[in-house]
């Protein structure tokens, strides 16, 4: 998909920015990623003995397939709601992060804070993978209109999936939805692959791959937190070496 030229007049007004949100939601092949993953995890809602509504419910309202996942399990598995709300929660300050890295990119000096609050609730991994692709090519004021454009057609691609993996869940095998959930985290692992600029980028990834199996070996419980946390340190170490030799 290309987008219209920064300086276009199909950039002006919010609602032709939301339009074009809307359609570059066709353009990512993470949709059809979310598709799948959402059918696995009405099917799970389904087979946990959770109701349809409850089911849309929580793909509208936590808005994170591995975050759903612990949800269901955990109710369904007869935890309490407050240990489901901790377990979640937990799982959910991983989209911290990307939040702080998004907003900068579509805030203004004119921004208000209420303006932004739909945007973090969409800011999942999908979103923040396209964004990092989408907005340099959008103009800097039609971004939250962009954004909400784009958050709203990756949801109802998640809530049609939602609906449909719940009236099928009869029919789908345990293999399929385990395979449909393994998707999720290497499709976002190839588009972040695409998405990296800088030589810190692609090290932190490769890094974070070849050090993950001896993080394993701890057996701590947090091997990818840790595999993670070191490879990112190392990287970012690297690029401010390349930027003291001039190299960066």
Known sequence: MTLPPLDSPQWHGSLRAFGWGLRATGATILSLVLFVTFIGI???????????LWAILSTALVWAGPA???????????QTLVQSAVAVTMS??????MVV????????PQT???QLVLVAHFTAVTLWVECYRF???VPRERRIAFVHGLGSGLMAVALVATVIGYLLAANLSQTFGAAVLLLTPLAFLFSTLRNAREVADVLALGLGLVLYPAAAQLNSGVDILVSGVAAGTIAFGVHKWRERQGLA
Do not use: E
Not at 92 to 97: G, K, S, V
């Open 112 to 114: 208000k804070r209420r």
């Open 68 to 78: 759903q996942i612990i949800l269901v399990s955990t109710l369904g598995s007869g």
């Open 135 to 137: 907005l340099p090519h």
């Open 42 to 52: 009405g099917a799970l809602a389904h087979d946990t003995h959770f109701s349809m």
């Open 101 to 108: 890295a998004v907003l900068p990119l579509i805030r203004t």
């Open 92 to 97: 959910a300050i991983r989209l911290f992060p």
